[in-house]
């Protein structure tokens, strides 16, 4: 069984950063797909970013140049670097991720999600 574990969400002020990691561990042959997706109060879950196991990166207009996803394929790893926040930004993060594990069919895995919370 895949799971996805995040970390890095906090409280931080309006023009603050953070960094949003996600590791995926279980028994697994790739991943392909890794993206970034948040959800406010009231609000449906929404794409922040993704990116492909090549590198290529896709973003919401409303985080473009202010945030940036990357991965380390090495660590199964992905993170999410956000700069100038806004109280806007404030949201659960869910980490997602496709891929293919060593048994079974292939899988698309949320995990538990991080809060954060940009305060004016």
């Known amino acids: 069984q895949v799971q996805l574990v995040e970390s890095g969400g906090g409280l931080v002020q309006t023009g603050g950063s953070l960094r949003l990691s996600c590791a995926a561990s279980?028994?697994?042959?790739?991943?392909?797909?890794m993206g970034w997706y948040r959800q406010a109060p009231g609000k449906k879950r929404e794409l922040v970013a993704t990116?492909?196991?090549?590198?290529?990166?896709n973003y919401a207009d409303s985080v473009k140049a202010r945030f940036t996803i990357s991965r380390d394929n090495a660590k199964n790893t992905v993170y999410l670097q956000m700069n100038s926040l806004k109280p806007e930004d404030t949201a659960v993060y869910y980490c997602?991720?496709?891929?293919?594990?060593?048994?079974?069919?292939?899988?698309?895995?949320w995990g538990q999600g991080t809060q954060v919370t940009v305060s004016s």
């Open positions: 997602n991720a496709h891929g293919v594990p060593r048994w079974g069919p292939p899988f698309a895995s």
């Open positions: 279980g028994s697994i042959i790739s991943l392909n797909d």
């Open positions: 990116i492909t196991s090549a590198g290529s990166a």
